[in-house]
């Protein structure tokens, strides 16, 4: 079992659709989460952190569950430029320290 | 803002070949790392460091080496190029001591092809 799982879709929406994607991970002492965006042919950069009480960042809302150990990330009235990779990332304790985990990643193709 | 580069965006190397790769950042971060990307499998962490002189294997360094002499710049290393290394290579650096909590920002990345 991967350590971090998302469903690598690809998601086809229309533009003001909602979308939602889930993210799971295998470590129950995982310490800390987040949601990278990642553009074609392009570096990843920091969407948004998540916290355990949930977090909301103008259209993008996220969430954590660590009972079920999945992340998940909300985005309403979807725009032509949200289609993008959504990596899910973990950070988890590990021999000396911690290590970060990078899921595989979940496309979103908004359509006109 | 914080900008990391690194020294090509595109490489063709031929088998057998020592390929260098270097990474540049200009914040004062402690902590960089390199990672390659491949298709369905996601980011993998090949080595990283948390101080000049320090280097520590990730999850995947065979066939690699690296090093850091200076605290901005971070090289990694192929000392005998081979086909299966074809693939996105990308650095990252963070800044923070308490690293669980850190950000990672990357660079734009390097495609190496192996030939």
């Known amino acids: 079992r991967k350590e971090v799982e998302q469903d690598p879709g690809p998601f086809n929406v229309p533009e003001g659709a909602t979308v939602a994607f889930n993210c799971t991970y295998s470590n129950s002492a995982s310490q800390s989460f987040f949601w990278y965006r990642q553009d074609c042919r392009k570096e990843p950069k920091l969407l948004m952190s998540v916290y355990s009480s949930g977090n909301e960042d103008g259209r993008f809302t996220a969430q954590l569950n660590r009972a079920s150990q999945y992340i998940s990330l909300l985005i309403r009235d979807s725009k032509l430029s949200d289609s993008a990779t959504y990596l899910c990332v973990v950070n988890t304790p590990s021999t000396g320290g911690f290590k970060t985990i990078f899921g595989a990643g979940t496309r979103l193709f908004v359509k006109a | 803002d914080v900008k990391v580069t690194q020294s090509s965006r595109y490489l063709v190397k031929r088998t057998g070949e020592k390929v260098f790769l270097e990474c540049v950042q200009d914040m004062d971060h402690e902590n960089m790392f390199w990672y390659r990307q491949d298709p369905g499998l996601g980011l993998r962490l090949i080595y990283f460091s948390y101080d000049v002189k320090m280097k520590e294997k990730g999850d995947i360094p065979e066939g690699y080496s690296v090093s850091r002499e200076k605290k901005e710049r971070f090289s990694l290393i192929l000392e005998s190029a081979s086909t299966n290394q074809t693939s996105m290579y990308l650095c990252?650096?963070?800044?923070?001591?308490?690293?669980?909590?850190?950000?990672?920002?990357f660079g734009p990345g390097t495609r190496l092809t192996v030939l």
């Open positions: 990252a650096s963070s800044s923070t001591r308490d690293r669980v909590f850190d950000t990672q920002y």
